[in-house]
């Protein structure tokens, strides 16, 4: 059983930056491509960043191109979502995922696997 644990939301200023992790359990991480989805209040669930199980390829939402990054370390299992340059309109409840896959996908019905979710507030 594959289980995602976020952590590392909270409440920071515009221009603020937050790191999120997404612990995996399993001894398959390294076989997983991840991703990143983020939904606010009375919006559907969209797609923030993705990662091939390798590390080697991402891909980001446009909106957030250049300010967050996407990285995992398989020795952990952890991915990260480093978000810098924060604004309010990034304030979700931001989702971690997983596939098993070598590719990763920016449709949220391509993957199997989905943490709780945790909270980010970036206040103006």
């Known amino acids: 059983q594959v289980q995602l644990v976020e952590s590392g939301g909270g409440l920071v200023q515009a221009g603020g930056s937050l790191r999120l992790s997404c612990a995996v359990s399993g001894r398959t991480f390294s076989r997983y491509a991840m991703g990143w989805f983020r939904q606010a209040p009375g919006k559907e669930r969209e797609f923030v960043a993705a990662i091939n199980w390798t590390g080697a390829s991402t891909y980001y939402e446009d909106s957030v191109k250049g300010r967050f990054t996407i990285s995992r370390d398989n020795a952990k299992n952890t991915v990260y979502l480093q978000m810098n340059s924060l604004k309010p309109e990034d304030t979700a409840v931001y989702y971690c995922?997983?596939?098993?896959?070598?590719?990763?996908?920016?449709?949220?019905?391509?993957?199997?696997?989905w943490g709780q979710g945790t909270q980010v507030t970036v206040s103006s």
């Open positions: 995922a997983g596939r098993r896959d070598y590719y990763y996908s920016t449709k949220s019905n391509e993957y199997g696997y």
